[in-house]
């Protein structure tokens, strides 16, 4: 069975910074992505970030380029490193695993999500 833990949530004054942890058991996604999400107060779920099981390859929301990271280490936990933060990244952030590359984008390809972590940005 396959479960994704997030952590690293939080409250933060705009221009702060925070840190999202995803630890992803019970398979891997060599093939896959693993990517974040995060979904506003009365909007849509969106995409923030992917990142290539084998951290080759990167992608990147226009709204976070610049100020946010995704990254992995060895032991398949995925991070996201936000800078910057404003209040508009204010939002429950998911992690999510299982798209293909080419769909890195579209959350309905995802077949594995965490519960979500809360980020509120006040400013």
């Known amino acids: 069975q396959v479960q994704l833990v997030e952590s690293g949530g939080g409250l933060v004054q705009a221009g702060g910074s925070l840190r999202l942890s995803c630890a992803a058991s019970?398979?891997?996604?060599?093939?896959?992505?693993m990517g974040w999400f995060r979904q506003p107060p009365g909007k849509e779920r969106e995409f923030v970030a992917a990142?290539?099981?084998?951290?080759?390859?990167t992608y990147d929301a226009d709204s976070v380029k610049g100020r946010f990271t995704i990254y992995k280490n060895a032991k398949n936990t995925v991070y996201l490193q936000m800078n910057s933060l404003k209040p508009e990244d204010t939002a429950v952030y998911y992690c999510?695993?299982?798209?293909?590359?080419?769909?890195?984008?579209?959350?309905?390809?995802?077949?594995?999500w965490g519960q979500g972590t809360q980020v509120t940005v006040s400013s």
């Open positions: 999510a695993a299982g798209a293909p590359i080419v769909s890195n984008k579209d959350p309905a390809r995802y077949n594995y």
């Open positions: 019970g398979r891997t996604f060599s093939r896959d992505v």
């Open positions: 990142i290539s099981w084998g951290a080759t390859s």
